[in-house]
T-cell receptor, first 114, second 112 residues
Framework: GEDVEQSLFLSVREGDSSVINCTYT??????LYWYKQEPGAGLQLLTYIFSNMDMKQDQRLTVLLNKKDKHLSLRIADTQTGDSAIYFC??????????????FGKGTKLSVIP | DTAVSQTPKYLVTQMGNDKSIKCEQN?????MYWYKQDSKKFLKIMFSYNNKELIINETVPNRFSPKSPDKAHLNLHINSLELGDSAVYFC???????????FGQGTRLTVV
């Protein structure tokens, strides 16, 4: 299957911006997602971007997509301690028989230092 | 209303037992999934199920079997549990033509 890669750890100071990066290999990707997982909790969809877009902004979140380089990033402005979590990049891939599946990166653990 | 619900939330069981995890979605979605999240937090697709069509990740042991009594349910049955099966299992669903996948809260399975 196709791969999705992320760095595993990121540490930032409260109030700074966080940038979490992701690369993917599937050239036929149509949608790319960012999910957040807080400790002991399930997966929460933060935002997604369609592959014909290069930027999407939603309050403190900015997603940038460079389709040529297959690079996706999530920027969190004014990072707060409540943003501490694991962030998963995911790629929607066709899995046969009319079905699609999400392929996840390994997750980036964001630690926010007060 | 919970969109995708899994039960139980926690499951502790002995090696060799057979157990099931239930998943229900009330969104009317066509496709349901099971994902496994290991101790390193890595998420891997196990199964996708769409209109009675099952797609299996080839790395999943055949001790794992999904069972779908109807479109709103996809239960995960595990035979002869092993220590390495300890993980968090997530159920998810999405509408065929929609983009967003909704996840359950996960079931933490511990095999002792």
């Amino acid at each position: 299957g196709e791969d999705v890669e992320q760095s595993l750890f990121l540490s930032v100071r409260e109030g700074d911006s966080s940038v979490i990066n992701c690369t993917y290999t599937d050239s036929s990707s149509t949608y790319l997602y960012w999910y957040k997982q807080e400790p002991g909790a399930g997966l929460q969809l933060l935002t997604y971007i369609f592959s014909n877009m290069d930027m999407k902004q939603d309050q403190r979140l900015t997603v940038l997509l460079n389709k040529k380089d297959k690079h996706l990033s999530l920027r969190i402005a004014d990072t707060q301690t409540g943003d501490s979590a694991i962030y998963f990049c995911a790629d929607l891939q066709f899995s046969g028989a009319g079905s699609y599946q999400l392929t996840f990166g390994k997750g980036t653990k964001l630690s926010v230092i007060p | 209303d919970t969109a995708v619900s899994q039960t139980p939330k926690y499951l502790v069981t002995q090696m060799g037992n057979d157990k099931s995890i239930k998943c229900e979605q009330n969104l009317g979605h066509d496709t349901m999934y099971w994902y496994k999240q290991d101790s390193k937090k890595f998420l891997k697709i196990m199964f996708s199920y769409n209109n009675k069509e099952l797609i299996i990740n080839e790395t999943v042991p055949n001790r794992f079997s999904p069972k779908s009594p109807d479109k709103a349910h996809l239960n995960l049955h595990i035979n002869s549990l092993e220590l390495g099966d300890s993980a968090v299992y997530f159920c998810a669903s999405r509408q065929k033509m929609n983009t967003e996948a909704f996840f359950g809260q996960g079931t933490r399975l511990t095999v002792v």
